[in-house]
Nanobody, 114 residues
Framework: VQLQASGGGLVQPGGSLRLSCAAS????????MGWYRQAPGKRRELVAL???????NYANSVKGRFTISKDNAKNTVYLQMNSLKPEDTAVYYC?????????WGQGTLVTVSS
């Protein structure tokens, strides 16, 4: 499974961004996909995930602001991020769980700053 993440950038507090993660390879064995993030000096943390049947889960810190979704036809998972805060600044990584293994995308930087 290969993952290609995109969509990061610089945004002002209160703004929005949408991240995309395109999967390729053995996509039919993917059980779930998600987004993690890692801020400078902090551990990588789960942001949101979506299962192959559409169930979702979110970190408490992003509930009500972020939405994860997937387009099966495009093999792509999205993370819509609204009402962004400076503390959302991090490198965001796409992740997939497939056949007992975890796969990671290359990361995309999100900077929330005025």
């Amino acid at each position: 499974v290969q993952l290609q993440a995109s969509g990061g950038g610089l945004v002002q507090p209160g703004g929005s961004l949408r991240l995309s993660c395109a999967a390729s390879g053995s996509i039919f064995s993917i059980n779930l996909m998600g987004w993690y993030r890692q801020a400078p000096g902090k551990r990588r943390e789960l942001v949101a995930l979506v299962t192959n049947v559409g169930s979702t889960n979110y970190a408490n810190s992003v509930k009500g602001r972020f939405t994860i979704s997937k387009d099966n036809a495009k093999n792509t998972v999205y993370l819509q991020m609204n009402s962004l805060k400076p503390e959302d600044t991090a490198v965001y990584y796409c992740n997939a769980y497939s056949s007992g293994s975890y796969y990671w995308g290359q990361g995309t930087l999100v900077t929330v700053s005025s």
